[in-house]
């Protein structure tokens, strides 16, 4: 592959090529993981791609491994080892794609065990993001278990290889899209119900408006485009210009600068802002980077905080983030009959957090608000559905026994009952 024009299509059609050969009669990867594993195969032949793929993904600080394809095809089988160029280092890291196949505890064990004749050797899995809680129930006191998700892998790596960028984006959205059609998250829709977990999101998002205000000079609100078909909540991320985003946690970040063309993400380090200490740190270091006239049309810049500011976001908010996610996402939405009204989208206060669709079908029904919150005090993250003409409002209950997608679907039986009735 030519460093300097990496195309997606030889990638896919490395992909494609490979699926035949590692799909036998016992094989346990799905034709998806087999698809995966050449199209990663082929982005790593390049030097440049494969020595940010050791750092960034697979925390490798020393010499980069050289990667090899594995024949076998047991349940045990990885599909990529690298071993240090090092004359007499025995350790390997093992990396296993996953995308729709099977993450049992029984599969993680037999992985882990195979690794046991090579003291000091690790395993680097790559899952969706839905999937992640299978491996963190895995008892692994040892730490050879290390997990990155397809989105983090071109969220980490977009900035940094920018040569192979369009790659990484594929590769991403392949492992993520293909896993699951439905809307599904590894955690039950009862978290929107944790007060904790409400008053930790309604303080991060608290500071996203700050974010927000002191970088971009307007409050962030929901849209969607080609390159974020799904729930995106930001502030002028939009054509050339950096913007930031409030997305996936990763590090305890949610807060991110972002940029997609080219593709920059580089995470904040600010969290929920407890004190006038930790609030005055964190505009001062958005004002450092205000101060530079042209940096958000800066294709070059590049930034890494130096420390964290505020409470980090715990894994608790990711689960209810993503969950909402799902709620506001407006696929899911237009596929029920209730697309977002184009630009009218409310922005985002400091007690609300919603978006807004109407029934091009049942025009007098007027439009729609999606939302959290709704108050000054906020006790639960149950999603609110509000016809905006007359204000009736139905609050979607989660119960014990509900799925991710029961909730979806709640919110879309709501927005049809007020389109229809008077």
């Not at 940010?52 to 993904?57: E, G, L, S, T, Y």
């Not at 040892?142 to 590769?171: C, F, N, Y």
């Not at 983030?321 to 009218?344: H, I, N, T």
């Not at 608000?369 to 906020?378: C, K, N, Y």
């Amino acid at each position: 592959m030519s460093p300097a024009a990496p195309s997606v299509g030889r990638m896919i059609s490395s992909g494609l090529d490979a699926v035949p050969k590692m799909l036998r009669h016992d094989s346990p990867r799905t034709r998806h993981e087999a698809m995966a594993r050449g199209m990663l195969d082929h982005v790593l032949r390049d030097r440049r791609a494969r020595r940010q793929f050791a750092r960034r993904i697979a925390d490798v600080s020393g010499s980069v491994p050289a990667f090899r394809t594995t024949t076998r095809s047991a349940a045990d089988a990885f599909d990529l080892v690298g071993q240090s160029p090092s004359t007499g280092s025995s350790e390997i890291l093992a990396v296993k794609l996953v995308i729709d196949g099977d993450l049992s505890e029984e599969r993680l064990r037999s992985l882990l065990g195979s690794l046991e004749r090579t003291p000091g050797s690790r395993l680097l899995l790559i899952v969706p993001r839905s999937r992640r809680s299978a491996v963190r129930e895995v008892d692994d006191p040892t730490g050879r278990i290390r997990m990155v998700t397809w989105a983090q892998v071109a969220k980490r790596l977009v900035p940094h290889d920018p040569e192979s960028a369009e790659l990484w984006t594929a590769l991403a959205e392949f492992g993520e899209n293909q896993a699951v059609e439905d809307a599904q998250q590894p955690v039950a829709p009862k978290v929107l119900l944790d007060e904790e977990v409400t008053t930790e999101l309604r303080d991060h998002l608290r500071s996203m408006l700050l974010v927000s205000d002191e970088l971009i000079h307007r409050a962030p609100r929901f849209s969607s485009s080609r390159s974020h078909p799904r729930a995106w909540l930001h502030a002028g991320a939009s054509g050339n210009d950096l913007g930031v985003e409030f997305d996936a946690v990763e590090d305890g970040s949610a807060i991110w600068l972002v940029g997609s063309r080219p593709q920059r993400s580089f995470p904040l380090g600010i969290g929920a802002l407890g004190s006038d200490e930790e609030r005055e740190a964190a505009i001062a270091r958005l004002r450092a980077i205000a101060s530079h006239a042209d940096w958000r049309y800066d294709a070059d810049l590049t930034f890494e905080p130096d420390s964290f500011i505020g409470t980090p976001a715990s894994r608790k908010l990711e689960d209810a983030r993503a969950l909402l996610w799902e709620v506001l996402d407006p696929g899911r939405l237009e596929a029920s009959g209730f697309p977002l009204v184009p630009r009218q989208q409310p922005d985002m206060t400091a007690d609300r957090l919603s978006v807004r669709v109407h029934a091009p079908s049942i025009p007098r029904s007027g439009t729609f608000l999606v939302s959290i919150g709704g108050s000054s005090t906020w006790r639960t993250l149950l999603p609110r559905v509000t016809r905006e003409y007359d204000h009736r409002t139905y609050v979607v209950q989660a119960k014990k026994s509900d799925s991710v997608q029961d909730l979806v679907t709640s919110v879309h039986e709501a927005l049809h009952s007020l389109a229809t009735k008077p």
